[in-house]
T-cell receptor, first 118, second 116 residues
Framework: GAVVSQHPSWVICKSGTSVKIECRSLDFQATTMFWYRQFPKQSLMLMATSNEGSKATYEQGVEKDKFLINHASLTLSTLTVTSAHPEDSSFYIC??????????????FGSGTQLSVL | AQSVSQHNHHVILSEAASLELGCNYSYGGTVNLFWYVQYPGQHLQLLLKHFSGDPLVKGIKGFEAEFIKSKFSFNLRKPSVQWSDTAEYFCAVNANRGSTLGRLYFGRGTQLTVWP
């Protein structure tokens, strides 16, 4: 089946630094990808919708200048957490819509990235 | 805004016991409903979905879910669980509009532990 690769799977960084997380669709082209975050014992929260070649659409309350999303190709979307702070520590998950959108069998998830900001 | 509530945070069962995980959502319009499963160390996978039609839907591995519109519920069931069903289960909702395709709103998840 289709695979979405997310990298890194975990990262520890110092407060004030920036961290980039990559989401790749390995065997299909994804015009649309989604970024979620999950705090311990809470829901996955949709952060933004990433469309190839255009600006991302952010959910209400998500700072677009802090969470920079770039979807420069049909197989890669990146999320950069800029000037990370301890409150940004969370589990980040991406998902990608395969071709022929409209069928949720074609929504595939990455394995997630655990970010810890010291 | 849409919200999804999963009533049980952690469920512990013995093999062969019956399972029901609750899910309620708050959205007045037409919705698409999903259950996802995440086995230890693996990606989220689609278990089953309901878009329209028969309110009782069957998914993989013997799971089923019933959509009760009047109760805004979409509970997941399995008559006899197995040790291999140990996983985290997420209920998710999407407003049935093309422009929001893929914008899923998740419940907090229910950890199911099945003892052999």
């Amino acid at each position: 089946g289709a695979v979405v690769s997310q990298h890194p799977s975990w990262v520890i960084c110092k407060s004030g630094t920036s961290v980039k997380i990559e989401c790749r669709s390995l065997d299909f082209q994804a015009t649309t990808m989604f970024w979620y975050r999950q705090f311990p014992k809470q829901s996955l929260m949709l952060m933004a919708t990433s469309n190839e070649g255009s600006k991302a659409t952010y959910e209400q309350g998500v700072e677009k200048d802090k969470f920079l999303i770039n979807h420069a190709s049909l197989t890669l979307s990146t999320l950069t957490v800029t000037s990370a702070h301890p409150e940004d520590s969370s589990f980040y998950i991406c998902s990608a819509l395969g071709p022929g959108s409209g069928r949720y069998e074609k929504l595939f998830f990455g394995s997630g990235t655990q970010l810890s900001v010291l | 805004a849409q919200s999804v509530s999963q009533h049980n945070h952690h469920v512990i069962l013995s093999e062969a016991a019956s399972l029901e995980l609750g899910c309620n959502y708050s959205y007045g319009g037409t919705v698409n409903l999903f259950w996802y499963v995440q086995y230890p160390g693996q990606h989220l996978q689609l278990l089953l979905k309901h878009f329209s039609g028969d309110p009782l839907v069957k998914g993989i591995k013997g799971f089923e879910a019933e959509f009760i519109k009047s109760k805004f519920s979409f509970n997941l069931r399995k008559p006899s669980v197995q040790w291999s069903d140990t996983a985290e289960y997420f209920c998710a909702v999407n407003a049935n509009r093309g422009s929001t395709l893929g914008r899923l709103y998740f419940g907090r998840g229910t950890q199911l532990t099945v003892w052999p």
